[in-house]
């Protein structure tokens, strides 16, 4: 029966004899502290008549052939053990032979899988794409086993460039920009932290080992950004917008591709800098917001417009204050929407009569010309 103790040392039934392998041979010992070395010639353990090494327990070393007890140089060592590897091995040979073979496999297949000895990925199969609502904060793992002494360091690749920009060093943050933090999981995982997100932080980020060559996951960030719009009856997104006086304005702003409620984000309307959504000091006003999963309709009221309410109404988000809709708003002063429109009529008209006029002055011009 045989007992692996560890990669180089071994121990044999109850005999409680050791064997541990050094470069060229091994050493055999048991436990009344005698040991015998062994040398290997051509992969075969030699038998006594080589000679073997005794430590008595005060550690003093002699060297003893079966022939005499003189000590032997290196020459008559190897010359022996040559002649020994051509005779029959001694009844413990078989033994040690076993021993060297359970080794030297053991070794194979040690080197075989070298790599899984030093440092590296355990996420090397985790997603490689991740999908975040703007706003949010993200978290990408990086989970790296025996990492001994080498170092992680998080990078952003530039998009369509080989250029990288350093983003944490250990656990150290390199960027300028607060939102980025490396937060070390216990026992293995780097993790690089980003705080409410937008368009710019989209792209391709890579975990880094600091080994030669250096080792790395990336991962691709992709940020669905929120559309905000102010639409018409039909959808299409407005730029102006007429009123008539004593009229009520209805603007319908439309929000997607965001999580309202995950995210605790208001819907908010302003006229030029004033926030109407909590305004009483007009009267008049309404604010009305249905929250869906991924968006909103929120619709803004304004009763008995005048001249006044003229100007630029805005729609946003109270988290990506960077994404406004707005709609400049016009309100008319004695004339009515049909007027506005019959005269729009009108200048379309004339605008056609005069430049049908201008084409046929220069038709006849280059007919004089031609005579």
């Known amino acids: 029966m045989l007992n692996?103790?560890?990669?180089?040392?071994?121990r044999v039934g109850k005999s409680h004899d050791q064997y541990s392998f050094h470069s060229g041979g091994f050493v055999l010992m048991n436990e009344q502290n005698v040991t015998w070395s062994r040398e290997i010639v051509n992969g075969v353990v030699q038998s006594d008549d080589v000679g073997y090494e005794h430590r008595d327990k005060a550690r003093s070393k002699c060297l003893r052939s079966s022939s005499k007890d003189l000590p032997l140089s290196t020459d008559q060592v190897s010359t022996r053990a040559t002649t020994a590897a051509k005779r029959s091995v001694a009844t413990d040979a078989p033994m040690l032979n076993y021993i060297f073979d359970a080794h030297s496999t053991l070794n194979k297949h040690?080197?075989?899988?070298?790599h899984r000895w030093g440092p590296h990925f355990e996420s090397e199969n985790s997603a490689k794409?991740?999908?975040?609502?703007?706003?949010?904060?993200v978290v990408?793992?990086?989970?790296?086993?025996?990492l001994q002494d080498k170092t992680v360091s998080w990078v952003r690749r530039q998009e369509?460039?080989?250029?990288?920009?350093?983003?944490?060093?250990?656990?150290?943050?390199?960027?300028?920009?607060?939102?980025?933090?490396?937060?070390?999981?216990?026992?293995d995982n780097w993790r690089l932290e980003i705080k409410r997100v937008n368009s710019s932080d989209e792209g391709q980020y890579e975990c880094q080992i600091s080994t030669h060559p250096p080792k790395f996951i990336r991962i691709n960030l992709h940020i669905n950004a929120p559309s905000v719009q102010i639409v018409d009856a039909a959808g299409q997104p407005l730029r102006d917008k007429y009123y008539e006086a004593d009229s009520t304005i209805e603007l319908l702003c439309v929000v997607r591709h965001i999580a309202m409620q995950v995210q605790y984000s208001v819907v908010q309307w302003l006229h030029?800098?004033?926030?109407l959504n909590y305004d009483t000091t007009r009267g008049g006003i309404s604010v009305k917001t249905d929250l869906m999963e991924e968006g909103a309709n929120s619709t803004l009221s304004i009763a008995r417009v005048g001249p006044a309410d003229s100007g630029n109404y805005t729609c946003m988000l109270t988290t990506m204050p960077d994404q406004p809709a707005t709609v400049h708003v016009h309100v008319l002063n004695g004339e009515s929407l049909a007027e506005l429109h019959h005269g729009g009529s009108r200048?379309?008209?004339a605008d056609v009569w005069s430049s049908l006029l201008l084409f046929l002055f220069t038709i006849l011009g280059w007919l004089q010309v031609l005579r």
């Open 129 to 137: 794409n991740i999908t975040i609502q703007a706003g949010a904060s």
């Open 110 to 114: 040690q080197h075989h899988h070298d």
């Open 272 to 275: 030029g800098n004033r926030t």
């Open 160 to 187: 369509n460039s080989e250029k990288m920009n350093l983003l944490t060093v250990g656990h150290l943050t390199y960027t300028g920009d607060p939102r980025y933090t490396i937060v070390f999981q216990y026992p």
């Open 4 to 10: 692996v103790l560890s990669p180089l040392e071994y």
């Open 347 to 349: 200048d379309i008209q």
């Open 140 to 146: 990408l793992d990086c989970k790296i086993s025996l």
